[in-house]
């Protein structure tokens, strides 16, 4: 596994190594099948993960983030980092920390990064994709609409991955958890053990 342990401890990010080693494992299997997408790059720690199961198969990551910072990451809000703040627009940019991410892992030749919403990104999707992890806004609206957008190209086989997905209420937001249960309703997916808030689902045949 060609992944630098040194560099993700130093990137920042909320991802835990466990769910990192389990990304890294299924993106390997499901690089078999096609490209690997995330939706929500920040600054690049999961990409670290995923990218280098991508690059070890000779396929590629696509890695959405508008780089604007959700809504609690914004000023005054609980998951602002004053480090990600751009003086110079008065708004918050991941970019320049995602970009270096890429580029001390090794991965500026296997992730494509595509600096605009889910939803622009989705508008002329053809591609059928291995695994999708969907780790954006978490507001229920927005999740939905990311599943809805880009669990439509999967294959049978392929990963339909939620971060943040906490079944008691005590532990976080509700959005990703409802739509992994939406999604689990409509018959359409296994659903695999979750590795700490990683709700993992298999395409069925
Ligand atoms: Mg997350």
């Known amino acids: 596994m060609d992944v630098d342990l040194a560099l993700l401890a130093d990137t920042k990010g909320f991802l835990h190594p466990d769910e990192g080693r389990r990304l890294y494992e299924l993106a390997l299997e499901a ?10 790059s920040y600054c690049g720690k999961s990409t670290v993960w995923l990218g280098a199961a991508c690059r070890q198969n000779g396929t590629v990551l696509f890695s959405i983030d508008h780089h604007r910072g959700s809504a609690e990451q914004q000023p005054g809000e609980p998951y602002f980092d004053p480090e990600l703040f751009d003086p110079r627009t008065f708004r918050i940019d991941t970019f320049p920390f995602f970009r270096a991410t890429l580029a001390r892992a090794g991965l500026e030749d296997t992730v494509v990064a595509l600096v605009c919403s889910s939803q622009l990104a989705a508008r002329h999707w053809t591609t059928p994709l291995g695994l ?15 599943y809805r957008m880009w669990s439509r190209h999967l294959p049978a086989g392929g990963y339909l991955l939620f971060h943040d997905v906490f079944p008691d209420p005590a532990d976080g937001g509700r959005g990703p958890y409802q739509v992994y249960r939406e999604a689990i309703s409509r018959g359409q997916y296994d659903v695999l ?3 700490g808030c990683l709700g993992i689902l298999r395409r069925r045949p």
């Open 31 to 40: 690089g078999k099948l096609g490209p690997c997408l995330e939706v929500g």
């Open 132 to 146: 999708v992890f969907i780790d954006g806004s978490h507001d229920f609206q927005s999740v939905r609409q990311d």
């Open 193 to 195: 053990p979750m590795t």
